[in-house]
């Protein structure tokens, strides 16, 4: 529906609207959207690759401390990253100051620094926060190559690196497209990070051509665009996972430590700084200026302003983690015990809405849900001289709509991957002991899949709770979540006071990123 609505608004517009988007609007928002997301995939790649291979295949200090160190900064959302080094980077910031006192300098006519608040800037902090991406799609899969056709090439006289370049990165080849699909996909959905930043992406550009030029046309035009994208995006990632066994054929044993490439001297140390740098500018930057604020604001966790938005986010988020877990499950379900084409596309179908940028979904949900409340206002207003007002779209139904569409391919990966550690036979056992179908759901599945539901139940918590760029758009009037807090005091230049609603997302968000590090480090 909300994909229907979209190109319904955008097509039954006046034609003379197309040309002025696609003469005045997309073509600029279009290009610097290309280039944000081109340098951004190049710069996860370089990282992510780089570290992956670094950890999987080579031995060298502090190896099994960095191996999941490196997943740190998926805790950071990528609105929080721009507000932090907005502030570290700033006139008046730690970097800037210590530059001044080192060379003499007084003023900021004195000398040239690197402004955060452009393009490049804006592909810092992107890929600061989303190279884990391909750096978890990436180690696996360096893990799970063995040793096999890199010990021939080296018998056969070639170098680390070439092998690296030559048969590694190549047999990683899926694994990356894959990584890459989701940074860019993440990357096209973000608003905060790029509006505070300055950066006139497509994304942005829906909402600004809606909530401040009062056109829906032709913001549902440019999210038409930016679907064609994402559709794009979209067939690069099924085909790279069509040929992922391309990359591992038959060889899964793990890389064991007694084969990994012993660094040492010179050579070890530049490998500790690869890994380094990038947990450093990733996390450990936007944790020390935020919770340096958040610190000297101690009180504020106690403000009703801040207890509000923690209760709404607490609210919506628990709401969409068991509808979209419930609904998870269903089409899980219907996958394991039904093994018609039907059940596929449905839970093909069913995941399109991870791919939807956030404004583009918040368009697709709000317009049908506001049109079906005036329909049911104006009959009761016109039978019963009753007014309902805005029953769904001005409540927080909207938002946990958006929020069960656009998470439900996670909770369905991480319920399917539960089902599938669960032999077929356990059913069929059940069912010749007397079973029927709905007591072997519920007394022999359903203990067994409590975990991957709870995770599932964590996962979407935890997502909607930093959620943004959909949430802006479709939250009731007087109604802020933590997410929306902090963009509201950032955009009025008051990094300062979203610091402890931030941290609190940040803390939120590491919840997960344990939960990965330690799968890693049961397989370093």
Same mark, same amino acid.
């Given at each position: 529906?909300?994909?229907?609505?979209?190109?319904?608004?955008?097509?039954?517009?006046?034609?003379?609207?197309?040309?002025?988007?696609?003469?005045?609007?997309?073509?600029?928002?279009?290009?610097?959207?290309?280039?944000?997301?081109?340098?951004?995939?190049?710069?996860?790649?370089?990282?992510?690759?780089?570290?992956?291979?670094?950890?999987?295949?080579?031995?060298?200090? /502090?190896?099994?401390?960095?191996?999941?160190?490196?997943?740190?900064?998926?805790?950071?959302?990528?609105?929080?990253?721009?507000?932090?080094? !907005?502030?570290?980077?700033?006139?008046?910031?730690?970097?800037?100051?210590?530059?001044?006192?080192?060379?003499?300098?007084?003023?900021?006519?004195?000398?040239?620094?690197?402004?955060?608040?452009?393009?490049?800037?804006?592909?810092?902090?992107?890929?600061?926060?989303?190279?884990?991406?391909?750096?978890?799609?990436?180690?696996?899969?360096?893990?799970?190559?063995?040793?096999?056709?890199?010990?021939?090439?080296?018998?056969?006289?070639?170098?680390?690196?070439?092998?690296?370049?030559?048969?590694?990165?190549?047999?990683?080849? @899926?694994?990356?497209?894959?990584?890459?699909?989701?940074?860019?996909?993440?990357?096209?959905?973000?608003?905060?990070?790029?509006?505070?930043?300055?950066?006139?992406?497509?994304?942005?550009?829906?909402?600004?051509?809606?909530?401040?030029?009062?056109?829906?046309?032709?913001?549902?035009?440019?999210?038409?665009?930016?679907?064609?994208?994402?559709?794009?995006?979209?067939?690069?990632?099924?085909?790279?996972?069509?040929?992922?066994?391309?990359?591992?054929?038959?060889?899964?044993?793990?890389?064991?430590?007694?084969?990994?490439?012993?660094?040492?001297?010179?050579?070890?140390?530049?490998?500790?700084?690869?890994?380094?740098? @990038?947990?450093?500018?990733?996390?450990?930057?936007?944790?020390?200026?935020? !919770?340096?604020?958040?610190?000297?604001?101690?009180?504020?966790?106690?403000? @009703?302003?801040?207890?509000?938005?923690?209760?709404?986010?607490?609210?919506?988020?628990?709401?969409?983690?068991?509808?979209?877990?419930?609904?998870?499950?269903?089409?899980?379900?219907?996958?394991?015990?039904?093994?018609?084409?039907?059940?596929?596309?449905?839970?093909?179908?069913?995941?399109?809405?991870?791919?939807?940028?956030?404004?583009?979904?918040?368009?697709?949900?709000?317009? @049908?849900?506001?049109?079906?409340?005036?329909?049911?206002?104006?009959?009761?207003?016109?039978?019963?001289?009753?007014?309902?007002?805005?029953?769904?779209?001005?409540?927080?139904?909207?938002?946990?709509?958006?929020?069960?569409?656009? /998470?439900?391919?996670?909770?369905?990966?991480?319920?399917?991957?539960?089902?599938?550690?669960?032999?077929?036979?356990?059913?069929?056992?059940?069912?010749?002991?007397?079973?029927?179908?709905?007591?072997?759901?519920?007394?022999?599945?359903?203990?067994?899949?409590?975990?991957?539901?709870?995770?599932?139940?964590?996962?979407?918590?935890?997502?909607?709770?930093?959620?943004?760029?959909?949430?802006?758009?479709?939250?009731? /009037?007087?109604?802020?979540?933590?997410?929306?807090?902090?963009?509201?005091?950032?955009?009025?230049?008051?990094?300062?006071?979203?610091?402890?609603?931030?941290?609190?997302?940040?803390?939120?968000?590491?919840?997960?990123?344990?939960?990965?590090?330690?799968?890693?480090?049961?397989?370093?």
């Amino acid at each position: 529906m909300p994909i229907a609505a979209i190109f319904v608004i955008g097509f039954s517009a006046d034609p003379e609207n197309w040309r002025h988007m696609m003469t005045n609007v997309i073509p600029r928002a279009g290009v610097r959207t290309f280039w944000l997301l081109f340098f951004t995939g190049l710069a996860t790649a370089v990282v992510g690759i780089g570290c992956a291979w670094l950890v999987a295949a080579c031995e060298f200090p /502090f190896r099994r401390f960095l191996s999941p160190a490196l997943v740190l900064p998926l805790a950071i959302p990528s609105y929080l990253a721009a507000y932090a080094f !907005g502030e570290f980077l700033d006139f008046t910031g730690p970097v800037q100051s210590a530059y001044r006192a080192v060379f003499g300098f007084t003023s900021a006519r004195d000398y040239d620094f690197f402004d955060v608040k452009s393009l490049p800037g804006a592909v810092l902090v992107m890929s600061a926060v989303l190279y884990p991406y391909v750096y978890l799609a990436c180690r696996s899969m360096f893990l799970m190559q063995g040793r096999a056709a890199a010990d021939v090439a080296r018998t056969l006289g070639s170098s680390p690196l070439r092998v690296f370049a030559r048969i590694q990165v190549p047999m990683a080849r @899926p694994a990356i497209m894959i990584g890459l699909t989701l940074v860019m996909m993440e990357t096209l959905n973000d608003i905060g990070a790029v509006e505070y930043l300055g950066v006139q992406t497509l994304t942005f550009s829906v909402y600004d051509t809606w909530l401040n030029r009062g056109s829906l046309a032709g913001a549902a035009q440019i999210a038409c665009v930016m679907l064609l994208i994402v559709a794009g995006l979209l067939v690069v990632e099924r085909m790279a996972r069509r040929r992922q066994r391309f990359s591992s054929h038959k060889t899964t044993a793990i890389v064991p430590d007694a084969v990994r490439l012993r660094l040492t001297g010179m050579k070890a140390w530049l490998a500790v700084l690869f890994c380094l740098v @990038p947990i450093l500018v990733g996390f450990v930057v936007p944790v020390f200026v935020l !919770g340096g604020f958040a610190l000297r604001r101690v009180e504020e966790f106690f403000e @009703p302003r801040l207890l509000d938005a923690l209760w709404h986010s607490t609210l919506v988020s628990s709401a969409a983690a068991v509808i979209t877990v419930l609904l998870a499950f269903v089409l899980s379900y219907a996958a394991r015990t039904d093994r018609s084409r039907l059940a596929k596309a449905a839970g093909r179908l069913a995941s399109l809405g991870y791919g939807i940028p956030g404004t583009v979904l918040g368009i697709g949900v709000l317009i @049908p849900l506001a049109s079906f409340d005036n329909a049911v206002d104006g009959w009761l207003r016109q039978s019963f001289g009753i007014s309902t007002g805005l029953l769904l779209s001005g409540t927080g139904f909207a938002i946990v709509y958006a929020y069960t569409v656009r /998470f439900l391919t996670m909770a369905e990966g991480t319920i399917d991957a539960g089902f599938q550690k669960l032999s077929p036979h356990l059913d069929m056992a059940a069912r010749t002991l007397g079973r029927s179908g709905l007591q072997t759901l519920r007394q022999v599945l359903l203990p067994n899949l409590r975990p991957a539901v709870l995770t599932a139940a964590l996962l979407v918590f935890i997502e909607t709770l930093k959620e943004l760029s959909a949430t802006i758009l479709l939250r009731p /009037f007087n109604f802020n979540t933590l997410a929306t807090l902090v963009y509201e005091d950032a955009s009025r230049g008051m990094a300062q006071d979203a610091s402890v609603a931030a941290m609190i997302i940040i803390a939120a968000g590491l919840i997960p990123v344990i939960l990965v590090s330690r799968s890693l480090d049961e397989r370093r």
